[in-house]
């Protein structure tokens, strides 16, 4: 009786190129051996899909057609077992699989008669050759791409701002380009600067002509890449590393890292992204005195307009006219603003905080400056041990690169400590000037700017009970202000008064440092009276 069988061609772009698999070869094989042995060809697939696996487009239909017609096909002839499968496991199931529908796998070129059970030692060879020949190529191109990183230089796809390019040599290598190259370097200027939130730096990126995803930008501006530097991941003993590339940075190490910790910051302290508008601004902010949720805003009809409200949802029936907290927070705003007769004295008093506060960055600033000097003499003993022969090449190289990354991460810690003594003057005085400022800002200024500047005034969010604001927390500067203005106000009859709204609602205890008030009412300034 003759037999029938389904031809199995499969061909890859590697093997037409350097070992002649074409299709038309493999088939002019089959035929004629399925001519010579009185075999009937039922079907002819042909492939164009990795072996490392069955899950290929092509053979999944012939294995349902075999389904479908089970007993009527008795073999599936290819020329070598590699044409077959190049995973040993996956090689086993699928012939255990095929045996079940009644079909006998076979390659012509090498013949093996499965029921001999000493036979499938010469199938696992053949399996396997292929397979550890895949395995070998594969770590022979992860060892040449690792030694180029070693060396310097990119391998792979470059990030937004760089192209690869060849040398007039032959070499390849990264090249900036414009305009992506300035329009990264400004987006990481802006956040080191920590004024915006990523996503509106990338929305303003894309405006300004950069064209990659948002994930892209994400992997974009935490690449050490742009710093001039190559990330190598450890493998097995050996540690990973910051090479430096041969590619030209477009931005410091300076501002490369002064960008990672404000992206560390953000993930410790995110703020979810609220949309606003203008009858809201405080939407993002108020917190439910009931639930303690964020509340959202909206505006419902009534007789004759729209009415706008602060509320909260699932369920929480917890709302209030937004008009109200908002005239509120503005009142509140005013006892923060500097009396303008008081400008030097303000002066005084936060420069005195500044250098109280930054009193250990001159220590911080020279135990850096320490430990750069150590690990350079340390860099410089391992080089004289390499001279005298002492330690392996191998050895120094990845002592040196090591030292050389601490150093660097230092370098770039060091350059953050910016003397800032002689610019203070000008900044207190703008700083001040704007203080001034601060209601009409509230008033008459843009929405991006209200939230702003309620935002570096209350740092936590805000809960609206009873038309006031419940106790919360104030930043430094904005605290010392108040002090002041309570302490030097004056009541009708010409005595200081520091029982204001304000001091109704925070409690002294909340202020770092407490400040011990006598029974004059006045606190001890030890500057001088302004008024």
Not at 1 to 15: A, E, G, N, P
Not at 38 to 48: A, L, P, S, T
Not at 282 to 294: S, V
Not at 520 to 531: A, R
């Given at each position: ?16 190129a350097?070992?002649g ?16 042995n ?11 899909h ?19 017609y ?59 050759a ?16 690792r030694r ?25 290598y ?32 894309q ?5 990659i ?63 606003v ?22 505006k419902s ?36 603003i ?16 500044f ?73 207190l ?72 709204s304000?001091?109704?609602e ?26």
């Open positions: 009786m003759m037999k029938i069988t389904d031809l199995y061609i499969r061909v890859s772009t590697d093997d037409q350097d070992n698999y074409s299709q038309r070869n493999q088939e002019e094989v089959l035929r004629k051996y399925c001519k010579i009185n075999i009937q060809i039922r079907e002819v697939v042909y492939e164009d990795s072996a490392k696996s069955f899950n290929r487009p092509e053979w999944k239909k012939l294995i349902t057609l075999l389904k479908r089970k007993n009527k096909t008795d073999l599936i002839l290819f020329t070598k077992w590699d044409r077959f499968s190049r995973n040993t496991g996956d090689a086993y199931q699928m012939i255990s699989q095929l045996r079940k529908l009644g079909v006998e796998p076979q390659a012509i070129e090498q013949p093996l008669d499965l029921s001999v059970p000493e036979n499938k030692l010469m199938l696992a060879f053949y399996l396997a292929p397979e550890v020949e895949n395995d070998r190529r594969a770590l022979n191109v992860f060892v040449g791409m180029a990183k070693k060396e310097g230089r990119y391998m792979g796809t470059p990030p937004a701002g760089y192209k690869n390019r060849t040398s007039e040599e032959g070499i390849k990264i090249k900036k380009v414009e305009p992506e190259a300035s329009i990264m370097k400004w987006a990481f200027e802006e956040i080191a600067q920590e004024k915006y939130n990523t996503l509106q730096i990338f929305k303003t990126a405006k300004k002509g950069l064209k995803s948002k994930s892209s930008f994400w992997r974009a501006i935490v690449n050490p890449l742009y710093c001039g530097k190559i990330f190598i991941p450890k493998y097995k003993e050996e540690p990973s590393a910051l090479i430096k590339g041969l590619h030209e940075p477009i931005i410091t190490e300076e501002l490369y890292y002064k960008v990672q910790e404000a992206l560390d910051a953000r993930r410790k302290n995110y703020r979810p992204k609220i949309e508008i203008d009858d809201f601004p405080l939407r993002g902010f108020l917190m439910c005195p009931k639930c303690e949720k964020l509340l959202t805003a909206s009809k009534g007789r004759n307009k729209y009415y706008a409200y602060y509320h909260c949802t699932d369920g929480c029936s917890h709302r209030v006219r937004a008009e109200i907290p908002n005239e509120e927070m503005g009142y509140k705003l005013q006892q923060f500097p009396k303008e007769n008081c400008k030097e004295l303000y002066k005084i008093i936060i420069t005195e905080e250098y109280r506060q930054t009193g250990n960055s001159a220590n911080e600033k020279k135990k850096i400056h320490e430990s750069i000097k150590d690990y350079q003499k340390r860099l410089s003993y391992t080089r004289d041990l390499l001279a005298t022969q002492q330690i392996d090449a191998s050895d120094y190289k990845n002592i040196k690169s090591d030292y050389e990354e601490v150093i660097s991460k230092l370098e770039g810690k060091l350059s953050e400590f910016i003397n800032t003594s002689n610019d203070l003057e000008s900044l005085n703008e700083g001040i000037d704007r203080l001034l400022q601060l209601n009409y800002s509230y008033e008459k200024g843009d929405l991006k700017g209200i939230r702003d500047l309620i935002g570096s005034i209350f740092p936590e969010n805000l809960t609206f009970e009873e038309n006031s604001f419940r106790t919360t927390r104030i930043n430094d500067v904005a605290k010392f202000i108040y002090l002041i203005n309570s302490e030097l106000g004056e009541n009708k009859n010409g005595k200081k008064n520091i029982k204001n304000f001091s109704r925070v409690d002294p205890q909340g202020f770092e440092p407490r400040q011990t008030v006598p029974k004059t009412g006045v606190l001890p300034l030890h500057h001088g009276s302004c008024f």
